[in-house]
């Protein structure tokens, strides 16, 4: 008897399992607000040096603003104030032709930045000046964020597998939220970017285990279903995060502001149920029978799970070894097991690459940094609805090439369009991250159903760790715009399709049964 039969007898998807995917959607709903903060927090708003050392004795004081800007910061060459040098000295007789450039010597900027809040009203990057020569700073931010992410993967992982579902998705939530109350109170920059690892570590946890926990609890009709809702609780993340960052201009009320909903997830999630899969799988019957139970209870088939007694279900799953420890290692020890997890790393890089530089590319389009964040969101709906339909009539393989594929066509149009064309620009650029969030909600679900149970939640562990990569290096690719303007859209479009590449060697999983043992992968594939 496999799990999937015990599931149809008890209704793979009643009110039991509405209620775990209920619970597991709103609690990612803090994920996108958090892994989208640096879009806000530490934006660069327009600066200029702050020239009042020239101001000795008071001799700009018949002066106006605009006019101690002409005397104290040189014009660049596309006719702006440079934002990180100023004048040795006035240089007043430009104010009878502010157009003339000069030959004056000009400095660094002396005693700090001034930085035009009309916008964001504090950024951590007004904060602590990180502009100019310590711009590297700035997206470092983000790094550091995401490389917490990137060993919270691993770690989270390996600790679900071992430890069960529930209590490690439940420290999730406790140190994710402790930790970004804590960064909100950052008084240096470096205690923020340690605080900011700590909550990238511990957010991934959510993350991933709860897309392993919905999966594991339905039934095969329904595995699609709950991998398009599960990652419209992104969607739906990222598009109020919008609204929050448009009313919430301070970085540090922002940072409260996402993570004050776990707090009432929190509350909600002690009701949480573990996974029956993986007790069965660990060789723990009376509890997985106790959750059975309470399924069968809440889904009205009480009159099957008294059939199925505890000691039926050590039959459901049979393991290679009895009480067996997985790690990371029984990844690698199999051929078509190694081979299954290098393909699938290589290939959530990629995708997670695409997405997140994306997505972190909110400026110089049409509309403003909220509208951007909101469009962004908002063609996420449709393209992700349109997968419920595509994974059944074209199955998960092939949509995650489809919309691959597309992506690199977004990015390589762009490229040739011409800089004054913004609005067909801010189009394209809105459609690609559409078709590039429906290729990584497919690809959660596919590597769900692809890994076995016994090594399911570390193989998310271990191939988010590679998407965790792709997404540290994200903010670093966009700045190979300073070698040329097109260079990062040119990566990008050759890793789309590097994904493309990689996907069409993997196997299938639509209308299969998951499996549940390293042995299944050698003996089936």
Not at 41 to 63: T, W, Y
Not at 72 to 88: A, H, K, L, N, Y
Not at 296 to 308: L, P
Not at 478 to 499: F, K, M, R, S
Request: charged share 15%; hydrophobic share 45%.
């Amino acid at each position: 008897m496999r799990f999937e039969s015990v599931l149809a007898g008890i209704n793979g998807f009643g009110r039991f399992q509405k209620m775990i995917l209920a619970m597991c959607f709103f609690g990612r709903f803090s994920i996108p607000c958090h892994f989208m903060l640096n879009n806000f927090i530490a934006d660069v708003p327009a600066h200029h040096c702050d020239f009042s050392s020239l101001d000795v004795g008071g001799v700009f004081r018949n002066l106006s603003m605009a006019e101690k800007l002409v005397v104290s910061i040189p014009v660049q060459e596309d006719g702006t104030p440079s934002s990180c040098r100023m004048f040795s000295e006035p240089q007043y007789h430009l104010l009878q032709n502010s157009s003339n450039f000069t030959d004056a010597r000009t400095v660094p900027c002396q005693t700090g930045w001034v930085y035009d809040n009309t916008t964001l009203r504090s950024t951590v990057t007004s904060q602590w000046d990180l502009v100019c020569e310590r711009r590297g700073k700035n997206k470092a931010t983000a790094t550091i964020f995401f490389i917490g992410a990137m060993i919270g993967t691993v770690t989270s992982g390996s600790l679900s597998d071992r430890f069960g579902r529930r209590i490690i998705i439940l420290l999730s939530y406790v140190s994710t939220m402790l930790f970004g109350f804590a960064s909100a109170l950052s008084t240096s920059y470096v205690m923020f970017v340690v605080l900011r690892f700590f909550t990238g570590f511990c957010i991934s946890g959510i993350l991933i285990i709860a897309a392993t926990l919905t999966v594991e609890w339905v039934d095969i009709e329904h595995r699609k279903l709950v991998g398009v809702i599960d990652s419209l609780a992104w969607t739906f993340g990222s598009a109020v995060f919008a609204g929050i960052a448009y009313l919430v201009t301070d970085w540090r009320w922002l940072t409260v502001s996402v993570t004050s909903p776990l707090i009432l997830i929190l509350i909600t999630s002690w009701w949480l149920p573990e996974s029956a899969r993986w007790l069965i799988a660990n060789g723990k019957h009376e509890q997985a029978h106790m959750y059975l139970k309470r399924c069968a209870q809440m889904n009205k088939a009480e009159n099957f799970i008294d059939v199925i007694k505890t000691e039926t279900l050590s039959d459901i799953v049979v393991t290679e070894k009895k009480d067996r420890t997985y790690s990371l290692l029984d990844l690698i020890r199999t051929p078509k097991m190694r081979r299954l997890a290098l393909s699938t790393g290589l290939l959530w890089f990629c995708v997670s690459t695409t997405y997140f530089s994306i997505s972190f590319h909110i400026t110089g389009f049409w509309l403003d940094i909220y509208f951007t964040q909101f469009a962004y969101s908002l063609i996420e709906i449709p393209t992700k609805i349109a997968l419920y339909f595509l994974l059944d009539k074209i199955g998960r393989r092939s949509t995650v090439v489809g919309t691959q594929l597309i992506v690199a066509i977004c990015l390589g149009i762009n490229i040739l369009l011409p800089k004054d064309m913004s609005l067909v620009i801010t189009v394209i650029a809105v459609i690609g991250k559409g078709f590039s969030s429906a290729g990584f909600a497919t690809l959660v679900l596919y590597t769900a159903e692809l890994y076995p149970t016994v090594v399911r939640q570390i193989g998310l562990g271990y191939n988010s760790f590679y998407g965790r990569i792709g997404t540290a290096v994200a903010p670093f690719i966009l700045l190979l715009d300073e070698v040329w303007t097109e260079l990062p859209q040119a990566v990008l479009c050759c890793t789309a399709l590097l994904g493309v590449i990689i996907t069409r060697i993997l196997p299938e999983t639509r209308d299969k049964c998951m499996l549940e043992t390293i042995e299944d992968i050698e003996q089936q594939w």
